[in-house]
């Protein structure tokens, strides 16, 4: 078993919806969590973390950790063609700054 | 700051042969990893290192893949004898302690024919 798994298809939305991304975790040692963006061809940045259960915002980003289900989020609010990319979710053991990555999920915003 | 810097961008190898691939980190970061992207399995940790000492190797599929941090500013990973299905994206990334946040480079491309 993968210690983080994606396993949710392509991801179509129309401009201007709500995007949402699921993903889960299988070390309940597991305490931060990261969603990092890959555009095609380009590498990994990173635009939200979150460590405590409950809901962060950061502009047009909501995630959402759950560490009884084991289970992290990503929504994105009034979706952009920009928007179009490879979501990848990450967690890390407190301590240890090793990451271990989803497969991830492409998401297409249709103009 | 740079970045993490890696080179070569693109690298087209003939079966057999040797590769090496090449990783700058971003200054005063004490912590290299190096991962492969393909996309059937997608981002693998490789090896990852602190403080120039690798602390877990156990990603690397082989014996012919190899890794070194001689000093805090240079890392290679080695692949010899090279095979087709290492044809992958190969990234190498750098943090600090205590800051999860890895910051990746912009990848070598590795095509194996």
């Known amino acids: 078993q993968k210690e983080v798994e994606q396993n949710s298809g392509p991801l179509s939305v129309p401009e201007g919806a709500i995007a949402s991304l699921n993903c889960t975790y299988s070390?309940?040692?597991?305490?931060?969590f990261f969603w990092y963006r890959q555009y095609s061809g380009k590498s990994p940045e990173l635009i939200m973390s979150i460590y405590s259960n409950g809901d962060k915002e950061d502009g047009r980003f909501t995630a959402q950790l759950n560490k009884a289900s084991q289970y992290v989020s990503l929504l994105i609010r009034d979706s952009q063609p920009s928007d179009s990319a490879t979501y990848l979710c990450?967690?890390?053991?407190?301590?240890?700054?090793?990451?271990?990555f989803g497969k991830g999920n492409q998401v297409v915003v249709i103009p | 700051d740079a970045g993490v810097i890696q080179s070569p961008r693109h690298e087209v190898t003939e079966m057999g042969q040797e590769v090496t691939l090449r990783c700058k980190p971003i200054s005063g970061h004490d912590y290299l990893f190096w991962y492969r992207q393909t996309m059937m399995r997608g981002l693998e940790l490789l090896i990852y290192f602190n403080n120039n000492v690798p602390i877990d190797d156990s990603g690397m599929p082989e014996d012919r893949f190899s890794a070194k941090m001689p000093n805090a500013s240079f890392s290679t990973l080695k692949i010899q004898p090279s095979e087709p299905r290492d044809s992958a994206v190969y990234f190498c990334a750098s943090s600090t302690t205590g800051n999860t946040e890895a910051f990746f480079g912009q990848g070598t491309r590795l095509t194996v024919v």
């Open positions: 990450a967690s890390s053991y407190y301590g240890n700054n090793r990451l271990a």
């Open positions: 070390d309940r040692g597991s305490q931060s």
